[in-house]
């Protein structure tokens, strides 16, 4: 089994990054701008990959620890995405695992890139109030060269 890893400094409080990290709403701001909320409320659907990606949150005892089980997608079905907060004042440290991935394979490598990418996003919009800055837009992923962090 392979996991793709990831730690940032965020400058926000971590309910504000649970927030982001916990719903539909959140994850639209940063990952994806076409977000679904599913019938079931701790199930989201993205619209990209022709909407075949849905992940359900997982309940944990922390609150500071945010699972997402990815329930189909391409080489990610049975994965699990997970945050780990910790609170430092007005600080938080995200820890990111995307775990259980099968093995590495070259879309493995692929997507620890984008999610390199995509941890620097998050940190934006805890850091900004929330402003909408997704990486993966309706239009397809956005220019990095159009729009900073």
Same mark, same amino acid.
């Given at each position: 089994?392979?996991?793709?890893?990831?730690?940032?400094?965020?400058?926000?409080?971590?309910?504000?990054?649970?927030?982001?990290?916990?719903?539909?709403?959140?994850?639209?701001?940063?990952?994806?701008?076409?977000?679904?909320?599913?019938?079931?409320?701790?199930?989201?659907?993205?619209?990209?990959?022709?909407?075949?990606?849905?992940?359900? +949150? %997982?309940?944990?005892?922390? !609150?500071?620890?945010?699972?997402? &089980?990815?329930?189909?997608? $391409? *080489?990610?079905?049975?994965?699990? +995405? %997970?945050?780990?907060?910790? !609170?430092?004042?007005?600080?938080? &440290?995200?820890?990111?695992? $995307? *775990?259980?991935?099968?093995?590495?394979?070259?879309?493995?490598?692929?997507?620890?890139?984008?999610?390199?990418?995509?941890?620097?996003?998050?940190?934006?919009?805890?850091?900004?109030?929330?402003?909408?800055?997704?990486?993966?837009?309706?239009?397809?992923?956005?220019?990095?060269?159009?729009?900073?962090?």
């Amino acid at each position: 089994m392979a996991d793709i890893r990831h730690s940032i400094a965020v400058e926000a409080p971590a309910d504000r990054v649970t927030r982001l990290v916990s719903s539909a709403d959140g994850l639209a701001t940063w990952w994806a701008e076409d977000v679904t909320q599913m019938p079931n409320p701790a199930a989201v659907e993205f619209g990209f990959f022709d909407r075949s990606t849905v992940y359900r +949150l %997982v309940r944990t005892e922390s !609150p500071h620890d945010i699972r997402w &089980l990815c329930e189909t997608g $391409h *080489e990610w079905a049975g994965t699990e +995405l %997970v945050f780990r907060l910790q !609170p430092k004042g007005q600080q938080t &440290l995200v820890g990111f695992s $995307h *775990e259980r991935w099968t093995e590495a394979t070259p879309y493995f490598v692929s997507c620890n890139t984008v999610w390199g990418h995509l941890m620097f996003k998050l940190k934006h919009a805890a850091e900004h109030g929330g402003v909408p800055r997704p990486l993966f837009t309706k239009t397809g992923m956005e220019s990095s060269a159009s729009r900073a962090y």
